[in-house]
């Protein structure tokens, strides 16, 4: 049997430095330690104010079934590196750790914790491959999709993407992570059969070509699926015959049924033009509930100018530049330790320090909220504190600038939230996973508590993300403590 068809271990979906540290910590004596990683990514897609968390449910589902096999256990012993007492130790191996996130839809922002991974040595280097593929590659495209779907200006966009996304996986969660960050539905079936992504489409160009003439394809669709008749008539000539072979099949099949839900596809040549032009042509021939759709490498950008050039369209089919986010298709997402935990519970933090100042990480155990304008309902700004420190929202709150460092911004009459909640306590799963539908309510509101500015395609508001007194003054002392 293949890899490819065979069934595999996702535990085993790990660097292998990930199974080498895990051995020295085993043969240090310091499997046992506590640790504290912290999950952030560093710069927002496309230059945009803000990202879209996503992936955690496959997180979750993961962590459940973390177990090493004995096909795997055997592997590591041919690799004659890792003691027998390591490997029985992988044999019974089952995550016992702590783990907090942020829900999936919550709109988020760089360098603030998105997890917390609580958890000894091992078991918390052990999971940093999934984690991060998996926050890295739904963020990535759930934030485009939220792109996307908002320049749509609340047209159906649906995603198109499966035939170009860059592997199985890409194509089933990307169609999921599309669909938290606005999508309605995909071309992807099996996303619908796992997920539950509501699936659809009508034909492609071969269908027309199979038949002897293009109304004859037309009316064969219509007579076959009358309440789904979506058409494509750009095979030939769309203006020439392509609209006006549909209307003629509408008005053979459709109107007899009194059936008046039909569509239209366009997939290439001049969409702005071609849609207006179609529009008109259907609407003088009484199909005015027909909805104009298009597809053809379209993304924000694309969207918004078709929009600007008076382009009459009611659905779009977003495909390649959405699956592989192809405008910037890596999310920087990391995974870095910034406590470690005594026996008796005594928190030392961490500190990774780097000539690149945008690699610096925040130490210690942290807590991470959002403060809302108790009268307008809009998110004003994050604020990472120490996981011992205490907010008050009914007491000022001030906060640095993030465009002038100099300068403090006050805060009053606020309401916070704290965005972190509790996913895995000692290893059991407490987190009640909502619905997909669900999800993406979410994360429309949550997108709506932004202020518009924050959502600009180009020179959005930089977002406030500050820390605390304590914590800024922790790091401050840790940088000079190590600068030398």
């Known amino acids: 049997m293949s890899a490819i068809n065979k069934k595999l271990n996702m535990t085993m979906l790990c660097d292998f430095y990930e199974l080498t540290m895990g051995g020295g910590y085993f043969q240090s004596g310091k499997k046992d330690q506590i640790t504290y990683f912290d999950v952030f990514f560093r710069d927002v897609p496309d230059r945009g104010g803000y990202a879209i968390a996503a992936g955690l449910e496959q997180i979750i589902d993961y962590i459940r079934t973390l177990r090493f096999e004995e096909d795997d256990i055997a592997y590591l012993r041919s690799r004659k590196l890792f003691s027998e007492e390591f490997l029985d130790y992988l044999a019974h ?16 922002f760089p360098r603030e914790p998105v997890m917390t991974v609580r958890a000894p040595a091992i078991e918390a280097q052990l999971i940093e491959t999934f984690v991060l ?50 999508c309605r539905g995909t071309a992807c079936t099996i996303s619908d059969q796992v997920f539950g992504v509501p699936a659809g489409g009508t034909m492609a160009h071969a269908w027309v070509q199979m038949f002897d003439s293009q109304y004859e394809a037309f009316r064969t669709y219509c007579e076959i699926y009358p309440n789904n008749a979506t058409l494509l008539v750009d095979t030939y000539n769309t203006l020439k015959s392509g609209v006006p072979d549909a ?69 779009f089919g977003v495909g390649e530049r959405l699956i592989t986010a192809k405008s910037d298709p890596v999310f920087g997402g990391v995974y870095k330790l910034a406590a470690i935990e005594d026996a008796d519970g005594t928190i030392h933090p961490k500190i990774k320090i780097s000539e690149n100042v945008g690699k610096i990480t925040n130490p210690h155990y942290k807590r991470l909220y959002r403060v809302y304008d108790r009268k307008t309902g809009k998110a004003e700004a994050d604020y990472i504190t120490v996981y011992d420190e205490t907010v008050d929202e009914n ?39 909502p619905t997909l539908p669900e999800i993406q309510a979410y994360c429309a509101s949550q997108v709506d508590s932004l202020w518009d500015e924050v959502k600009r395609f180009e020179n959005p508001h930089n977002y406030y993300v500050d820390l605390s007194q304590k914590l800024w003054d922790l790091r401050n002392t840790m940088l000079h403590e190590n600068r030398d």
């Open 93 to 108: 191996f089952r995550f016992s750790g702590d783990i907090w996130a942020v829900p999936e839809g919550t709109p988020i």
């Open 133 to 182: 593929l998996s926050f890295n590659h739904q963020s990535l495209i759930a934030t485009k999709a939220n792109r996307i779907t908002r320049a749509a200006q609340g047209r159906t966009v649906l995603e198109f993407g499966s035939r170009r996304a860059q592997g199985v996986d890409a194509a089933v969660s990307g169609a999921r992570a599309a669909y938290i960050g606005g």
């Open 247 to 315: 209307i003629r099949a509408f008005n053979d099949v459709l109107k007899p049924l009194g059936i008046t839900k039909c569509g239209i596809r366009l997939d290439s040549g001049d969409i702005a033009y071609l849609s207006k032009q179609a529009r008109k042509m259907l609407d003088e021939a009484g199909w005015t509930e027909c909805q104009i759709s298009a597809s053809n490498s379209l993304d924000e950008y694309l969207i918004r100018d078709l929009f600007q050039q008076g382009a009459k369209l009611d659905l």
């Open 395 to 433: 007491a000022p709150l001030e906060l640095f600038d993030p465009d002038a460092t100099w300068k403090r911004r006050t805060y009053t009459d606020i309401t916070i939230r704290e965005l972190q909640v509790p996913i895995f306590l000692k290893g059991e799963l407490v987190y009640k996973m």
